[in-house]
């Protein structure tokens, strides 16, 4: 049987990663991040995907991120709420709907711009909530690690989740060392091998997946 | 209360702190006033803060306290306000001020209490980068957030402190790049310190306190005027003036993963 993943997210890369991992045998359902930001609705449509997919192995969520580059002077509150805010609260919702349909042996993985680290004039909003779910992760690690649920993010190129005016935002001196900043093709096989029970010895990490830019620890 | 004085590292400055009235805030403020800055203890009960801001002024500093509930935007406007009537001018706000419910526990049991954390934490940084900017770039001055090392490490007792505290970093960067050009600096200190909060936290978990002094190199818990004011004092003033976007952890060697 293939992987059972759960995947949250939205946009194209969302949408390609699904595609290239069912590709790689996954079972693939996905959860539109918007109904995450009720507690009720995460639980309802958590519940309905592990029911489809009969339990939930992978949980996949990339990190939804707003059109375009806003100066956070220029930023409207309900902007920040729905680029900062709702995206940690619906991370949190969307693990607390997971725990109970993840057993020994699964994993989640968090997929973030690199600007979590390093952050990204005119993506304050979304950099902060990335480095958030980043440490969210992490608690996750720590606290269901006894169970042998493991956890792990995956730090992509800004301009994947950001789009191409974030793709100066990373302040690295040189561009990738592998000429290319990644596509949904290259970070298919980094969550399916996170997936892969000879990755279960990793948990709480980070990887970064953007051909070779952001190289700090 | 200490009179002893500094030697004027912020001398005509003038600063902001929330959460003011006690801890950490009450500790930066304390050693900011000493090196010669006019500090606004902003705090979200007056009759805590302003007898902080007495001693202060008994003590030969320029001192006030306004009344501030961080989580309201309007009272963070009113606070700003209330400097720059008064003193002219604002060099440094400080966001210091953590409220709402983080209670050590499950991350399955985290409720909606918690929305109070991310409210005086993640919105208020936001609402007071908003507010402060102006008067920031008309004086060159700084931001400075107070975050914890449980954002870098992640934090098996307190997810969702760890979330907020590190998404308060990412903000730091950010800002720092956007503010850069308007000669404003943006930083972060990830402190370990008696305060009140921490006394409590001892008293809730017995073992804390020997935890942490377990991985603590120098083998004390910081205090908050000796220990963490002068790492504030230094990011608010000249010898910080080209050092942006970085976090300090002022926790005596416990945390080496930066």
Not at chain 2, 165 to 191: F, T
Request: net charge negative; aromatic share 4%.
């Amino acid at each position: 049987m293939g992987t059972r993943t759960l995947l949250c997210g939205v946009g194209s890369l969302s949408d390609d990663l699904i595609a290239r991992l069912r590709a790689r045998g996954h079972l693939v359902e996905a959860v539109d991040p918007s109904v995450l930001v009720a507690r009720a609705d995460a639980g309802s449509a958590v519940d309905a995907v592990a029911g489809s997919l009969g339990a939930v192995d992978l949980v996949v969520h990339v990190l939804a991120a707003p059109d375009g580059p806003t100066p956070l002077v220029d930023l409207s509150t309900d902007a920040w709420v729905a680029a900062c805010e709702d995206p940690m609260v619906g991370a949190l919702h969307l693990l607390q709907a997971c725990r109970s349909h993840l057993g020994a042996g699964s994993r989640i993985v968090h997929v973030v711009p690199t600007s979590a680290m390093g952050g990204a004039p005119g993506f304050a909003a979304t950099s902060t909530a990335a480095e958030g779910l980043r440490a969210l992760n992490k608690s996750v690690a720590r606290q269901w690690g006894a169970d042998r649920i493991t956890t792990a993010v995956v730090a992509v190129a800004p301009e994947l989740l950001l789009g191409p005016a974030a793709s100066s935002a990373g302040g690295a001196l040189t561009g990738p060392a592998l000429g290319h900043t990644g596509g949904a093709d290259d970070l298919a096989g980094i969550v399916d091998a996170l997936a892969s029970p000879d990755a279960a010895f990793t948990t709480g990490s980070t990887i970064v997946a953007d051909g070779g830019t952001w190289m700090a620890p | 209360m200490s009179t002893d004085r500094g030697i004027g590292l912020l001398e005509g400055r003038v600063a902001l702190i929330t959460g003011g009235a006690a801890g950490i805030g009450l500790g930066i403020a304390t050693a900011m006033a000493r090196e010669g800055a006019a500090v606004v203890l902003a705090a979200r009960r007056i009759e805590n803060g302003e007898p902080a801001a007495e001693a202060l002024r008994d003590a030969g500093h320029r001192a006030l306290c306004v009344r501030c509930d961080v989580t309201s935007r309007s009272d963070l406007e009113s606070a700003v306000a209330t400097t720059i009537d008064r003193f002219d001018r604002l060099d440094c706000f400080v966001h210091n001020a953590v409220g709402g419910s983080a209670a050590p526990g499950p991350l399955e049991e985290v409720d909606d209490g918690w929305l109070g954390l991310l409210a005086t934490t993640v919105r208020a940084s936001f609402d007071a980068a908003q507010v402060a900017h102006p008067h920031l770039a008309a004086a060159g001055g700084s931001f400075l957030l107070l975050t914890s090392a449980a954002g870098m490490e992640g934090s098996a007792n307190l997810p969702v402190y760890a979330m907020v505290k590190a998404s308060q970093r990412a903000l730091a960067k950010s800002l720092s790049r956007e503010w850069g050009p308007d000669g404003i600096r943006v930083n972060c200190i990830a402190p370990v310190a008696r305060t009140p909060a921490m006394e409590r936290a001892y008293r809730a978990n017995p073992e804390l306190e020997e935890r942490l002094l377990g991985r603590t190199p120098l083998r004390r818990i910081g205090d908050p005027t000796g220990d963490i004011g002068p790492v504030a004092v230094f990011l608010a003033g000249d010898l910080a003036r080209f050092v942006t976007g970085q976090t300090i952890v002022v926790d005596g060697g416990g945390f080496l993963g930066l």
